[in-house]
């Protein structure tokens, strides 16, 4: 059974969205947001390095996660893994890593889920699937992101190492 988890969303401050008329995405930028527990999760997780260099042009990255298809809606968790081609990585300014869709499947509305990049049996965190437009499929780079992402564990950390209870002594 699940339970719910209560935490904080933190926002990258620059993130970014613009809609037309419709609803429809024309640009993003910092699509990326942590989520702060307030206590920890039960379950062991699978611990996921982020990656130590960026994407390149014509690597394939996994990504895996929930789709939002409309042919799919009568099976509730359904989850997916496919293999994506980056067509364009990020520049000096937006930290979007650009991507073909492999296959027939569409990642309608798929967004939040992990980009992975995967060699000889190891994993590394590369991006997060971003809101995209029409024309565009993207996730967003971790790595480009790193000094954020590094600042925000090290403010939870240290916040979680202030607010826990003294060790107890032991008498002898």
Not at 4 to 13: A, S, T, Y
Not at 85 to 93: H, Q
Not at 112 to 122: I, L, N, V, Y
Request: glycine content about 8%; charged content about 25%; some cysteine.
């Amino acid at each position: 059974m699940q339970r719910p988890l209560r935490g904080k969303v933190r926002v990258h401050p620059a993130f970014k969205i613009e809609l037309n008329e419709q609803g429809a995405v024309l640009s993003t930028r910092a699509d990326l947001a942590l989520i702060i527990l307030d206590s920890p999760e039960d379950e062991s997780v699978e611990s996921i390095p982020f990656a130590e260099k960026e994407a390149q042009e014509n690597e394939t990255l996994v990504m895996a996660g929930y789709g939002d298809d409309p042919r799919f809606r009568d099976e509730p968790g359904l989850r997916y893994f496919r293999h994506n081609k980056v067509t364009k990585v990020p520049g000096n300014s937006d930290g979007r890593i650009l991507y073909e869709q492999q296959g027939a499947f569409v990642y309608n509305g798929y967004t939040g889920g992990p980009c992975f990049r995967e060699d000889s049996g190891q994993r590394w965190l590369v991006g997060i699937a971003s809101v995209g437009t029409e024309l565009e499929l993207t996730c967003t780079s971790t790595y480009f992101f790193r000094d954020w992402l590094r600042a925000e564990f090290q403010r939870v950390a240290t916040a979680a190492s202030t607010s826990a209870p003294p060790a107890a002594e032991h008498s002898q």
